[in-house]
Antibody
């Protein structure tokens, strides 16, 4: 059964780069059945798709974040990663990684989420 | 980009009531529409995908309908454990977008 787990610093300083990793277990990140991606949720607000990656390395980003986001995949470690540069307090959120089914494009398995606070 | 408008933003209903939440896309998205339930402090949970397919293990009181631009999530008989925020999510042209969410409470 597919499981995802986020990891990374819980506190990032303004203007620095937020870096998170999602470890996939119970399945291969090289599966053609999935995209892999990141979603965030600021405190008290709704869900926002950040971006997605296919095992081949093809990436897709939310246009509102595209200039600051990089998502990469490491098939040898069964992991994918998020980098968000030049963070501000507005980037404070719970960050989720998820598997995105590759036919109807829904998010079927989610990580537990990790809280990232941007503060000096 | 195609925008999603979800309504209402909140609702209050009695146990046993029929509850309907709608999502409207600014352009047609076929049936690339999913619904999620998020209880307070919890991870979002997939309820319905492909607009009307119930995810395994989800109670049958949940149903989805629609295609193109107009979609509906229906709870046929609201239960106390259904208190949550519900989100629609669309896919088109390698872009995923969530609706604004609907908070469902018990009257």
């Amino acid at each position: 059964q597919l499981q995802l787990q986020e990891s990374g610093p819980g506190l990032v300083k303004p203007s620095e780069t937020l870096s998170l990793t999602c470890t996939v277990s119970g399945g291969s990140i090289s599966s053609s059945s999935y995209y892999w991606g990141w979603i965030r949720q600021p405190p008290g607000k709704g869900l926002e798709w950040i971006g997605s990656i296919y095992y081949s390395g093809s990436t897709y980003y939310n246009p509102s974040l595209k200039s600051r986001v990089t998502i990469s995949v490491d098939t040898s470690k069964n992991q994918f990663s998020l980098k968000l540069s030049s963070v501000t307090a507005a980037d404070t959120a719970v960050y989720y990684c998820a598997s995105f089914e590759n036919y109807y494009y829904y998010m079927d398995v989610w990580g537990k989420g990790t809280t990232v606070t941007v503060s000096s | 980009d195609i925008q999603m408008t979800q309504s209402p933003s909140s609702l209050s209903a009695s146990v046993g009531d029929r509850v309907t939440i709608t999502c409207r896309a600014s352009q047609g998205i076929s049936n690339y529409l999913a619904w999620y339930q998020q209880k307070p402090g919890k991870v979002p949970k997939l309820l319905i995908y492909a607009a009307s397919t119930l995810q395994s293990g989800v109670p049958s009181r949940f149903s989805g309908s629609g295609s193109g631009t107009d979609f509906t999530l229906t709870i046929s008989s609201l239960q106390p454990e259904d208190v949550a925020t519900y989100y629609c999510q669309k896919y088109n042209s390698a872009l995923w977008t969530f609706g604004q969410g609907t908070k469902v409470e018990i009257k």
